[in-house]
C-alpha cells in the first residue's frame, strides 16, 4: 500500500501438513485456521489450485464448505464433515445466528474507540469488482468496529460484521478513511472529506492486514454453543510487532 521498510510473504505452502491448520474436530465438523495464500473455493480461471477442501479431505474425508474467507485472509473457518452438519450450518449462517471477529490492521488513528459502520453496500459494484457504499442501489449492511491497540500511524482493530457481504469489513473500513495495511484494492475513496493517513510511513504488507480471529455458533450435533479463536499467522505477528 505504501512505500516501506519490508514485506511480508504469504503463509501458506502446499507442503504444509494439513493436521497443523486444524483447531478441532469431530464427527461432524472440521475448525481450521487458514492461512493466507489458500482458496476457499476454486478459482474459476485456476481448477488447478489447491482449496481448503482439497488439502483436507486427504486426510479427513469429504468435507463441506459452509463460508468463506478471501484467498489472502488467515483464520478461523468451520467446516462440515456429513450433510446434516452442512444443512444445519447453513442455516444458521443465513438466520445471522453466527458471530464472526476479525482483527484488522488500520492505517490512521480513529478518535473513538468503538463505532458503528452502516453505510450501504453493493457487491460487484464497479468495474474492479469491487464492493462499494451506495446509497441508493446499496442494501443495509453494519459493521461494529472496537479499536484494541492504537500503533504507529496505525491501530489494530476487532471488527464484528452484523451482515455477511463480500468484502464488507474492507469496503467499510477504506469508505471511513481507514483502509487495511496491504489491501490494494479499496483504497480511500476520493470522496472522502476526512484526514488522510501518511502512508509514506508505513511498512508494505503482502495482502490485506485480515484475519478472521474468532467464530460463534451452536455445534449442528449437540446444540451447544461453541467458540473458537485463531492464532495470528507468522506475517501477522510480526507487522504488529514492527509497528510496536
Same mark, same amino acid.
Given at each position: 500500500?505504501?512505500?516501506?521498510?519490508?514485506?511480508?510473504?504469504?503463509?501458506?505452502?502446499?507442503?504444509?501438513?494439513?493436521?497443523?491448520?486444524?483447531?478441532?474436530?469431530?464427527?461432524?465438523?472440521?475448525?481450521?485456521?487458514?492461512?493466507?495464500?489458500?482458496?476457499?473455493?476454486?478459482?474459476?480461471?485456476?481448477?488447478?489450485?489447491?482449496?481448503?477442501?482439497?488439502?483436507?479431505?486427504?486426510?479427513?474425508?469429504?468435507?463441506?464448505? &459452509?463460508? +468463506?474467507?478471501?484467498?489472502? !485472509?488467515?483464520? #478461523?473457518?468451520?467446516?462440515?464433515? /456429513?450433510?446434516?452438519? *452442512?444443512?444445519?450450518?447453513?442455516?444458521?449462517?443465513?438466520?445471522?445466528?453466527?458471530?464472526?471477529?476479525?482483527?484488522?490492521?488500520?492505517?490512521?488513528?480513529?478518535?473513538?474507540?468503538?463505532?458503528?459502520?452502516?453505510?450501504?453496500?453493493?457487491?460487484?459494484?464497479?468495474?474492479?469488482?469491487?464492493?462499494?457504499?451506495?446509497?441508493?442501489?446499496?442494501?443495509?449492511?453494519?459493521?461494529?468496529?472496537? &479499536?484494541? +491497540?492504537?500503533?504507529?500511524? !496505525?491501530?489494530? #482493530?476487532?471488527?464484528?460484521?452484523? /451482515?455477511?457481504?463480500? *468484502?464488507?469489513?474492507?469496503?467499510?473500513?477504506?469508505?471511513?478513511?481507514?483502509?487495511?495495511?496491504?489491501?490494494?484494492?479499496?483504497?480511500?475513496?476520493?470522496?472522502?472529506?476526512?484526514?488522510?493517513?501518511?502512508?509514506?510511513?508505513?511498512?508494505?504488507?503482502?495482502?490485506?492486514?485480515?484475519?478472521?480471529?474468532?467464530?460463534?455458533?451452536?455445534?449442528?450435533?449437540?446444540?451447544?454453543?461453541?467458540?473458537?479463536?485463531?492464532?495470528?499467522?507468522?506475517?501477522?505477528?510480526?507487522?504488529?510487532?514492527?509497528?510496536?
Amino acid at each position: 500500500m505504501a512505500e516501506g521498510k519490508e514485506d511480508f510473504p504469504v503463509d501458506f505452502q502446499n507442503q504444509e501438513d494439513p493436521r497443523r491448520l486444524v483447531l478441532y474436530s469431530d464427527e461432524s465438523i472440521l475448525v481450521v485456521n487458514k492461512p493466507a495464500g489458500l482458496l476457499t473455493v476454486p478459482d474459476g480461471y485456476h481448477r488447478e489450485l489447491p482449496t481448503i477442501r482439497s488439502f483436507l479431505e486427504p486426510q479427513w474425508g469429504r468435507c463441506w464448505i &459452509v463460508h +468463506r474467507l478471501d484467498k489472502d !485472509t488467515s483464520g #478461523v473457518m468451520v467446516i462440515a464433515r /456429513t450433510p446434516e452438519a *452442512h444443512r444445519d450450518l447453513n442455516r444458521q449462517f443465513a438466520s445471522r445466528e453466527v458471530h464472526k471477529v476479525y482483527h484488522a490492521i488500520c492505517a490512521g488513528s480513529p478518535c473513538e474507540d468503538e463505532w458503528q459502520i452502516n453505510f450501504p453496500l453493493r457487491v460487484n459494484g464497479d468495474r474492479n469488482h469491487r464492493t462499494v457504499v451506495d446509497p441508493v442501489q446499496g442494501k443495509p449492511a453494519l459493521t461494529v468496529i472496537r &479499536v484494541l +491497540r492504537r500503533l504507529a500511524c !496505525t491501530c489494530l #482493530v476487532a471488527a464484528m460484521p452484523f /451482515t455477511g457481504y463480500t *468484502h464488507q469489513i474492507r469496503a467499510h473500513l477504506s469508505s471511513s478513511g481507514f483502509p487495511l495495511l496491504g489491501d490494494p484494492l479499496y483504497r480511500i475513496p476520493r470522496t472522502f472529506t476526512g484526514p488522510v493517513p501518511d502512508f509514506s510511513s508505513l511498512p508494505i504488507f503482502s495482502r490485506p492486514a485480515l484475519h478472521a480471529f474468532q467464530i460463534h455458533f451452536l455445534h449442528p450435533e449437540t446444540g451447544q454453543s461453541v467458540e473458537f479463536t485463531a492464532p495470528y499467522p507468522v506475517d501477522f505477528q510480526a507487522l504488529l510487532d514492527q509497528l510496536s
